[in-house]
């Protein structure tokens, strides 16, 4: 599923940066989402929005995309670069999923 959801904003995702950017040394200089998933999952949830009918990202239609990260963009780079070195913490990783009725016509 990590690999499902659409990140607007920020990039590519560089999992090796991205773990030593958050590990830091690997001691008490650890950024606290490190130390939040280095200990199962995150402290807070990531927020997503859900879009069935895809989205449009800087003028690019992307029918395919269901989930974007409104909120939690670090916790999505972490887990990334966890699971890129096989260290992905099991979970349940709690998110919050906004929803919208759909409206024709817009």
């Known amino acids: 599923m990590l690999d499902s959801i659409f990140r607007a904003w920020g990039g590519e995702l560089h999992p090796q940066f991205d773990y030593d950017a958050f590990q830091g040394n690997g001691g008490s ?39 974007v990260v409104v909120e939690g963009h670090q916790r999505h780079r972490y887990l990334n670069a966890l699971h890129a070195r096989g ?7 709690d998110t919050i999923i906004l929803h919208s009725p759909l409206v024709e016509g817009r």
Do not use: C, I, Q
């Open 87 to 93: 260290k992905a913490p099991a979970g349940p990783h």
């Open 29 to 67: 200089d650890r950024t606290a989402t490190a130390v939040a998933l280095d200990s199962g999952t995150w402290d807070f949830p990531m927020v997503l929005l859900s879009t069935p009918s895809g989205v449009v990202n800087e003028g690019v239609e992307r029918p395919e995309v269901r989930l």
